[in-house]
């Protein structure tokens, strides 16, 4: 018997289920194999992670490349079922090489079988599913925005939040047979008699009593009107909703949809290098505004207007008068300048504190604080920002105490004991998963069928969903899956390279070092109390990398 690792690849964009998927890969995978003795016993399966991303990038595909350090892997060769949804563009080229290195043969069913390392032909064919992976995607955006456009052009509602002043209201069935069977409504955006008057009030106070966007923010705040996040906490769980916030009425005021007429086209999705010096780290989606030229607006009104083309037209000379140009922002970090990015967080609202450069020196500042707001939250200092090269020491200092020699057998015992409460197999979480949406389809189809949809349009859908409800069932009738545990001596072997830790940092720059706090599931939470500061540190112990601490000075 030949031991193999399955690497899958599943998109939910178009409503895949992961855990179909996985069983038709896994199936493909083990009729190649299985005429050479081999078998599956490890499987790697990436959800919801674009083919774009690098692999270094996909959780699972990043977790297999690690594995391949480990001479006690237990694995010798590595199948892929369908190598569109595993490589694109030169993503074969990248990861190839680094197989062969360790000597682990790729299995593909469009050689049939082992990919020679020394045949051109093989090569060339690989690289050729690579770029028609990277066509195929670059072909769907294209006819989405296209179709998109179309829609925005007849005044169609696309979808997403409604804005402030508006609300959605049913529209009729969808065009799509399958879809109006499924239940899914058209919508169209109708004045919200609570939110509407503040639109024109807000107008108004621009253009005719001549407040800034801070003027106006502070204004409806004293007046204990509730802001766009306060007024939908639903579809802005991301925003505190505490006050207005100076952007939120310029954004208002910048709104062309107040004229009646669906707009599309005002941001453009752009791709951009992480880090231009490293192509193979793969792109970043970066929205950039449009020039109004180049917008998409319906031709007829689409819904009510809540100002006219006059009003509109002196807030936007106004806009214009005060505020020459859009301001283009600061320009973005490369890609690990901060070593605690997206790991500090303002212990007084919850938000992560941003990082910022000044004289030289790494600072980390709460945006909450910034004159955006007309209010802060209760007991939220005006200003709050502390310095990098003061926390540092701390959290390692902290890491120093974490690993000492007299605290490593208690620290491998809690991380036993953690790892059998989380043993259960994936697969019975995908499954419970697959369940639940399988239910809901057939919610849906059932009350489809009670508002008059003929039977026949959905009879095929409603078997589809019954079929993954029942697979779903067969797989938590059997039971969860027997993962083997750690044991104490397996972490006691790992924590004596981690104990190494805080020393090697000195040595690391703040990009590895960054990948090494959160590799140990740091999180600091900062606050300042009557000119007391206080940082609280804490770690929940994930898969550690050490290969790359101490050379990246």
Known sequence: MVPFAAYLRTSTDDHQSPADSAAWQLRLASQLISPSEGQI????????????????????????????????RGWSDLVIAEPQRAFAGNQFGLVFPVLAHYQVSLWVPEVGGRVDPDSEAHDLLMSLFGGLAKAERSRIRHRVRVAMAAHASSGRWLGGRPPYGYRLAEAGDHPNPEKAAAGVKLHYLVPDPDTAPVVDRIFRLYADD??????VAALLTAEAIPSPSAHDPGRNSHRPGHAWAAS??????????????QVFGRQ????VLLDPAQPALGHATRMHWQPSGSWVTSADPAHAALVD???????????????PGRPKGTSRSAPGRYALAGLLICHHCGRKMQGSHTRGQAFYRCRMASPDYAALPADHPKTLAVRESRVLPLVDSWLVEMFAPERVAALAAEIVAADEEMSTDPRIAAARRQAAEAQRKLERHLSALEAGVDPALIANRTRLAQAELAAAQAVLASGAATVDPITVEEVLTTLEVVRNTPGLLDHADPHVRSEIYTSLGITLAYRRDNGRELLRVQAALQGVDLNRVGGGT
């Open 41 to 72: 016993t490890v499987v790697y399966h990436d959800v919801d992670q674009s083919r774009s991303l690098p692999w270094e990038r996909r959780p699972e595909a990043a977790r297999l490349l690690r594995d391949l350090r480990n001479p006690a």
């Open 210 to 215: 001549g407040l800034g966007f801070k003027a």
């Open 248 to 261: 939120a009425v310029r954004a208002i005021l910048r709104n062309p949809r107040y004229l009646g007429h």
């Open 268 to 271: 453009h999705r752009q791709e």
């Open 309 to 323: 083309v006059e009003l509109w037209t002196r807030v936007q000379a106004v806009m214009g008068s005060r505020d």
